[in-house]
């Protein structure tokens, strides 16, 4: 009688995967999913969230990329933007702030969130870090 491989094998003989299914990658005789994949207990591994870079379901990152600006939030196990960088909605890659901004919603001066004090700026009312008075 013929034996099934594991599912998360597309081919394979008695020590194991020799090739995967298309979201899982071979290591040695098994076949995790791709970072950015989690398993579900198919065949077919399923999408994390944007921000993550490799998860336990679909609401839990497990880690996080640096080279996407990316830092782990422990409480709720989601990747945030770092400091000085905003999300991009449905990208993994953070964009990077204005140089006058301290923190951000997106690329331009006038949509800071925050300002460095130690660069001698403050928010101004439509979202600009300004220098201070005595600054320029």
Known sequence: ACLACSYTCYTCNSTGCLS??????????TCPCNNGYYDSSVATCLPCQYTCYTCTNTSACSSCSSLSYRTMVASNLTCACNTGYY??????????????????????????????????????????????????
Do not use: F
């Not at 995967?20 to 005789?29: A, K, V």
């Open 87 to 136: 999300d991009i909605n449905g990208q993994l890659v953070c964009g990077s702030c204005d140089l006058t901004c301290a923190s951000c919603s997106g690329a331009n001066n006038n949509n800071c969130l925050g300002c460095t004090s130690s660069n001698h700026r403050q928010l101004t009312t439509n979202n600009t870090c300004v220098c201070m008075t005595g600054y320029y």
């Open 20 to 29: 995967c299914p298309t979201t899982r990658n071979l290591s040695g005789t």
